[in-house]
T-cell receptor
């Protein structure tokens, strides 16, 4: 299994530009999570999906952020317009459904976003 | 106040030392406790998983939870240079929403 695949690995953009991050979860996993990691705040949950449906988006910072999961094998996180304070590492994670194993997350390698 | 507090380190120890990593949390509803290990430029990977209070051992690693004091610990025996990484504690109640600490960076030197 290739694991959770994220693209791009690095993204450098200018303030005001639209940024789209992509994620392919592990096949058969029904839950997908988007996290943001910074030195100051650590790992923060932005949004998570179960069976392609957004369950909790309370961590999305503001309306500039949006996430979609059109099917079980693909998700996007979009920032429009981007701002320098959005600079962080964005991780996608997936997990299988069912009981306590729902807390076992499998992370991708992340997208390092720099907004100039 | 953050729900999960963790000393960022860095913590530097010689090879073979016993390492103690700790977190405190504030929410009494948290029941599941995890430790993730994150190597540089990689995503976190699950290391240990425990439910409620008590100890759990896996090879050189021991996870300990004290719910009365809201204290989580990870002990690493016979530490190796390959253990050099950032260690994140995480916890949750019954919902599928982990709350992470900011991580402690560990460096094991030869």
């Amino acid at each position: 299994d290739a694991g959770v695949i994220q693209s791009p690995r690095h993204e450098v953009t200018e303030m005001g530009q639209e940024v789209t991050l992509r994620c392919k979860p592990i096949s058969g996993h029904n839950s997908l999570f988007w996290y943001r990691q910074t030195m100051m705040r650590g790992l923060e949950l932005l949004i998570y999906f179960n069976n392609n449906v957004p369950i909790d988006d309370s961590g999305m910072p503001e309306d500039r952020f949006s996430a979609k999961m059109p099917n079980a094998s693909f998700s996007t996180l979009k920032i429009q317009p981007s701002e320098p304070r959005d600079s962080a590492v964005y991780f996608c994670a997936s997990s299988p459904t069912g009981g306590s194993f729902n807390e076992k997350l499998f992370f991708g390698s992340g997208t390092q976003l720099s907004v100039l | 106040q953050k729900e999960v507090e963790q000393d960022p380190g860095p913590l530097s120890v010689p090879e073979g030392a016993i390492v103690s990593l700790n977190c405190t949390y504030s929410n009494s509803a948290f029941q599941y406790f995890m430790w993730y290990r994150q190597y540089s430029r990689k995503g976190p990977e699950l290391l240990m998983y425990t439910y409620s209070s008590g100890n759990k051992e896996d090879g050189r690693f021991t996870a300990q939870v004290d719910k009365s004091s809201k204290y989580i610990s990870l002990f690493i025996r016979d530490s190796q240079p390959s253990d050099s990484a950032t260690y994140l504690c995480a916890t949750t109640g019954t919902a599928s929403k982990l709350t992470f600490g900011t991580g402690t960076r560990l460096q094991v030197t030869l």
